[in-house]
């Protein structure tokens, strides 16, 4: 059985602060990671995914994630947070090879503070 | 290229009463997902289309709910008869299915259930 656990289901920032969403998951087998975010009024766009390539995982917007298999974390960074960042970010885990469902976590909305 | 699509966006119906959503997926995309978010919880797998066939339909809470594809292209998810608790934002997804890669999975921008 797969899940994800992300911490904070609020997180507020200044704007040019350090933006981290926490995401922790749970898998019996090798698990491919993603990152989804959703903006207001739309579907959820893909920001980035760790598919047992690097570690660290670069994705749109300035956005990275690092995976640590010891930690069992894959938490979301961007160094300086923009107003345009406001949403909320998905952490989600699925079985490798092909296609697959996706396990969420509970969503994290982010604020930009001016 | 369009993306996904979603129709209605939003719904309000009374309790007993049918609804039918539609999804149209990327154009060639053999996979088609259903995927539910119940206000304040986490978005959860509903089930799964490979073309026209149901590949998991583990998701699926009950038997009010049916979901088809009919000649593996566009897909409808109909709640009969809909209940207060089915009441939330259905997603569908769609992915072209490579079986050596990770599969992207793409959303559509959801339909917001209201069930009085």
């Known amino acids: 059985a797969q899940s994800v656990t992300q911490l904070g289901s609020h997180v507020s920032v200044s704007e040019g602060a350090l933006v981290l969403l926490r995401c922790n998951y749970s898998s019996s087998v090798p698990p491919y990671l993603f990152w989804y975010v959703q903006y207001p009024n739309q579907g959820l766009q893909l920001l980035l995914k760790y598919t047992s390539a690097a570690t660290l995982v670069k994705g749109i917007n300035g956005f990275e994630a690092e995976f640590k298999k010891s930690e069992t974390s894959f938490h979301l960074t961007k160094p300086s947070a923009h107003m345009s960042d406001a949403a909320e970010y998905f952490c989600?885990?699925?079985?490798?090879?092909?296609?697959?469902?996706?396990?969420f976590g509970q969503g994290t909305r982010l604020t930009i503070n001016p | 290229e369009a993306g996904v699509t979603q129709f209605p966006s939003h719904s309000v119906i009374e309790k007993g009463q049918t609804v039918t959503l539609r999804c149209d997926p990327i154009?060639?995309?053999?996979?088609l997902y259903w995927y539910r978010r119940v206000m304040g919880k986490e978005i959860k797998f509903l089930l799964h289309f490979v073309k026209e066939s149901k590949q998991d339909e583990s998701g699926m809470p009950n038997n009010r709910f049916l979901a088809e594809r009919t000649g593996g292209t566009y897909s409808t998810l109909k709640v009969q008869p809909a209940e207060l608790e089915d009441s939330g934002v259905y997603f569908c997804?769609?992915?072209?299915?490579?079986?050596?890669?990770?599969?992207?999975?793409?959303f559509g921008p959801g339909t917001r259930l209201t069930v009085l």
């Open positions: 997804a769609s992915s072209q299915g490579d079986t050596k890669l990770s599969d992207t999975q793409y």
């Open positions: 154009s060639g995309h053999d996979n």
């Open positions: 989600a885990v699925s079985k490798i090879q092909g296609a697959q469902k996706l396990v």
